[in-house]
Structures are given as structure tokens and as C-alpha cells.
């Protein structure tokens, strides 16, 4: 029963994230700024998908963030990334982006991250 269910989410996850991706895509104008959140950490990563690049990449796992952070997971660490990745962005001219929340709801800590990356003045 336990294999059925992940199976399940598996499939749901994996037609949600098409859904999204179907309509968001990310150009050198406006670049995709993709959130990934596991257990421990999150990553963001502002791709632009005509390259297929990766341009700027942030997350909770660098010496840089862990140095300020005290944890890894609350909303006060995504909204220190948030801030670290919109630093990132300024510094390579990137004024907007197109936000990817994959297949995680908009609320917590997707929403906090997403706030802090706005209030460094970057838009979407």
C-alpha cells in the first residue's frame, strides 16, 4: 500500500510539474528562477531554457548562507536565501525573472523566498 502511494505522488508530481512548465519558460530577458525544497535544504536556480543554462544557482548548503543562518529549513533561512539570490541577481544585471515554484504550493516557505528575492527589487 506504501509503494502505491508514492507511486501515486510520483505520477501527480511529475504531471503538475509538465502542467507548470508547459506555461512557464524562461528566456535571457526574463530568466526562470526555479525552487527546488526537500527535507533539509532548498535550492534555487535561475535557468535560462532557450540555452538550457543554469545562470545563477543559490541554497541552503553554501558556507556563505550557513555562515549567517542558523538553520536550514525554517522560513528566516529561505528568506535569507531569498535575499542572498536577489543580491545574485542585481549583481549580474537581472532585474526580472519568471518564478517556478515546481510542484510545491505558493505558501511557507516558497512564499517567503520568493518575498525576499521582490524586496531586493527584482520582479515577477
Request: charged share 40%; aromatic share 6%.
Amino acid at each position: 500500500m506504501l509503494k502505491d502511494k508514492t507511486i501515486e505522488r510520483k505520477t501527480r508530481n511529475d504531471r503538475l510539474r509538465k502542467r507548470i512548465r508547459e506555461r512557464v519558460r524562461g528566456t535571457a530577458e526574463r530568466p526562470r528562477l526555479h525552487v527546488f525544497k526537500s527535507n533539509a535544504y532548498v535550492y534555487a536556480q535561475v535557468i535560462d531554457d532557450l540555452k538550457g543554462a543554469v545562470l545563477l544557482a543559490a541554497s541552503t548548503l553554501e558556507k556563505e548562507f550557513r555562515a549567517k543562518a542558523k538553520g536550514t529549513k525554517t522560513k528566516d533561512a529561505c528568506g535569507e536565501l531569498g535575499a542572498l539570490l536577489g543580491r545574485r541577481l542585481k549583481a549580474a544585471k537581472i532585474d526580472k525573472v519568471v518564478f517556478d515554484r515546481g510542484t510545491h504550493p505558493y505558501h511557507g516557505r516558497i512564499k517567503t523566498l520568493a518575498d525576499a528575492v521582490r524586496k531586493e527589487g527584482i520582479a515577477f
